[in-house]
Every structure is written in C-alpha cells, then in structure tokens.
C-alpha cells in the first residue's frame, strides 16, 4: 500500500508555503530620470552661484587695488616733487646742475624724498615712465652718490640710457600716465586759469638751472575707469 501525505493548504485557498512573496517596491524609470534632472539643476545653480561670487571677490580686490594705486602714485608724486633737488655739490664743492626732463613717455627728476622705509636714502633720481601699449607704469629710483650718477647715460628717460637700472617697481592695467608741465599762472589758485593755461607735453632745458613750476598728472587705470587729474605746484632747492 502506498502512503499517502496529507497537505491542509491543498483545495481550501489558503497558501501555507514558508516563502512569502511581495509586489516590488523599486523606482520607476520615471521617477529615476527626474531625480538625475534635478540633481544637476541643483549642481548647476550651485556652480553657477561660486563662478559668480568668485567673480565678485576678485572684482572688488582688483578695484581695491585700484583705488589704492591711483591714491598711491599721485600722493608720491606730490611730496616727490614738493623735495625736488635743483643742484648738488660733490667733493669739490662745486655746485652740479640737476637736470628736470619730461616727454610723452613720462618724467624724470631729483628729490631729497623718499618713502618710509625705502633701501634708497638721500639724494634720489626718480623716473615715471608709461608703456602705452603694455598699459604699465614703470618706476625707477637711483641713489646719487658720484658725479657719474647724474649723467644722461644714467636717466631712464633719454635716449643715451645705458639700460642698466632695473625699476623698483612695474604697476600693470594703467591705461593712461600723462605728464604736462606749466611755468607759470598769473592766478596760481584759479582753477580756470590752470585748466587754460598753456601746458606743455615735454620739457627739457639743458641751457640753465630752470624747473616748471606746475605739473598735471592725468591719471586712469582700468578700461572703464574715471579719468582724473591732479596739479601739484614743484617745490625746489
């Protein structure tokens, strides 16, 4: 005789197998594709917000050293110029013309003035001269401590320079450093009278001890910036 199993799940409806079976609960493609489009609008707006505030530090630091360069240059030039040196005497005692020379280029003179802190003391030629195509402004200072220092050869700003002094210092993105040079206003508080006045684009005078007795700096950094300008009356000893 065969034995027999009895089954209590069979024909009553009810499943008693062990193995529980569920619908799936995973993400439709739908849902998946739209989840994968925000998270990049998401990444997107973010990096778009960084470019952005990066963009802004370094604009506000470059118009931060743009304010400070163009307050700079002028405030120099005015104590500079208030020292400036006619002659000087050597060893000999005898009194050595010094020469003030300006062009299209820039200028260049003798000063008893010198920042604080700088290396370079005493007797100082300081020369400006601006490189219109590479927008910078090259500074240049020598010490004078022989009658050799004073010679052409020795200036920057001519044309016999030996090209042996290196500047002090280059200031990039300077779209204009011009220099005139005024002898004399009848009404030296006037600011119509020096906006009139007949200025000169260069000065050069090898014959006698003679210095302009005003100077205009025109001044503008960054394609977008103001143009200003300054007149400083040039002191003298």
């Known amino acids: 005789m065969g034995s027999s199993r009895f089954n209590p799940g069979f024909g009553t409806g009810h499943h008693s197998s062990g193995n529980h079976h569920s619908p799936c ?12 489009v925000l998270v990049s609008m998401v990444t997107l707006i973010a990096t778009l917000g960084f470019r952005l505030a990066v963009r802004a530090w370094e604009r506000g630091e470059n118009e931060g050293n743009s304010r400070q360069i163009s307050s700079a240059i002028p405030a120099l030039l005015e104590k500079q110029l208030d020292s400036l040196k006619k002659n000087v005497s050597f060893s000999k005692g005898k009194n050595k013309v010094l020469l003030f020379s300006g062009n299209e280029k820039g200028v260049s003179f003798f000063t008893s003035y010198s920042p604080q802190g700088s290396a370079i003391q005493g007797l100082v030629r300081v020369t400006y001269i601006f490189d219109r195509a590479k927008t910078k402004l090259f500074v240049y200072e020598q010490a004078i401590t022989r009658l050799k220092d004073i010679d052409e050869q020795e200036d920057p700003l ?5 090209n042996e002094l290196k500047p002090v210092s280059i200031l990039d993105g300077i779209d204009n450093f011009s220099i005139m040079f005024l002898k004399k206003t009848n009404k030296q508080d006037d600011k119509d009278s020096f906006a009139n006045a007949d200025w000169k684009t260069t000065w050069r005078d090898n014959r006698v001890q003679k210095i302009p007795a005003f100077v205009k700096l025109i001044l503008a950094q960054g394609k977008k910036a103001f143009v200003e300008k300054w007149y400083f009356k040039v002191g003298g000893e």
Do not use: P
């Not at 001519?158 to 030996?162: A, F, L, Q, R, V």
């Open 158 to 162: 001519s044309d016999k320079w030996n």
């Open 25 to 36: 609960s995973g993400f439709t493609l739908m849902e998946v594709v739209v989840a994968m």
